[in-house]
């Protein structure tokens, strides 16, 4: 093994797949969209360079709507960090105390994680119909029929109703990250706590949240990059509607390529998506600080 590890030929053979992948599958598209990003292009015709004007008419067309979009897309972030990451806490540091049926709850958690996400969609999108959905019938069963509503049909609720499907699906993830990282706190810091007295909420408080951090950090960036990004399940959900009213940036992209075939614009929004997912994940960094960096 030493022997392999100082040949940098063997090295260099081992890596290469690796490599030509990445390069191939992130690397040069983004490079190729950047490129694209300057020029006025329908996909059949000669390029055109504009320079930034496609930057500029994201914010400035209102027909692009990119605004709205962005604005929603923030919305689902702060929701993620604010209701989703502590509710994934509490639910990891609950399993965390070794409750009965621990390792089943992980898994059962766990399980929307794994599903399509288009699966996901089409079950949604079946629990909000407006005439046979789940939801509207147990209000209606409950005697509160002046609540039920087309969920996703108005601009009102589909932004709450869209992310409700994204809190269930990846609740699990977060939880399973945080649940790990509470197991590989030493026991025995936690019995020294309960030992001077502290509660187990004290314990946790004090002790396993601040010990966390790096994956608080970690589950943090997830959320937030992760809501900017969001495309599948609110395009299956709403594709974008009603009137813009659950646009995300993504959706916009797709619009610019396939709808109006402003290739040019589209990849501008994809640098841009790119741009933000890596401004917000140096934000974080920063404001959440680990000892020893």
């Given at each position: ?59 400035t067309n209102k027909s692009v709507q990119f605004n709205k979009s962005l604005g929603n897309a923030i919305i689902l972030a702060i929701l993620s960090v604010l209701i989703q990451l502590p509710l994934a806490l509490l639910l990891a540091l609950l399993l965390a105390r070794k409750v009965k049926g621990e390792g089943f709850f992980v898994t059962v958690f766990f399980i929307p994680v794994i599903l399509s996400t288009v699966v996901i969609g089409q079950l949604w999108s079946k629990i ?166």
């Amino acid at each position: 093994m030493e022997k392999v590890r100082k040949n940098k030929l063997a090295l260099t053979i081992f890596l290469f797949p690796a490599l030509f992948l990445f390069l191939a599958i992130l690397i040069a598209p983004i490079i190729m969209s950047f490129v694209y990003s300057f020029f006025d292009w329908n996909g059949q015709t000669e390029w055109t360079f504009v320079g930034l004007k496609n930057y500029i008419e994201i914010f400035t067309n209102k027909s692009v709507q990119f605004n709205k979009s962005l604005g929603n897309a923030i919305i689902l972030a702060i929701l993620s960090v604010l209701i989703q990451l502590p509710l994934a806490l509490l639910l990891a540091l609950l399993l965390a105390r070794k409750v009965k049926g621990e390792g089943f709850f992980v898994t059962v958690f766990f399980i929307p994680v794994i599903l399509s996400t288009v699966v996901i969609g089409q079950l949604w999108s079946k629990i909000y119909h407006p005439d046979y959905g789940i939801l509207n019938l147990i209000l209606n069963s409950l005697g509160l029929k002046e609540l039920a509503r087309a969920w996703l049909g108005e601009q009102g609720t589909v932004l709450a109703a869209v992310f409700i499907p994204i809190l269930w699906q990846y609740v699990g993830y977060h939880m399973l990250l945080m649940y790990a990282g509470v197991k590989t706190i030493s026991p025995e810091i936690q019995e020294a706590a309960k030992i001077d007295g502290a509660t187990n909420w004290q314990t946790e408080w004090y002790v396993v949240i601040p010990m966390l951090k790096p994956v608080l950090r970690m589950c943090t960036i997830f959320a937030v990059t992760g809501s900017l990004k969001a495309f599948d399940l609110i395009y299956v959900l709403t594709g974008g509607g009603p009137n813009h009213a659950s646009e995300v940036p993504s959706i916009s992209m797709v619009e610019m390529f396939f709808s109006r075939n402003r290739y040019g614009m589209g990849s501008a929004i994809g640098i841009f998506i790119i741009l933000l997912c890596f401004f917000f994940a140096f934000l974080i960094q920063k404001c959440i600080r680990v000892e020893g960096e």
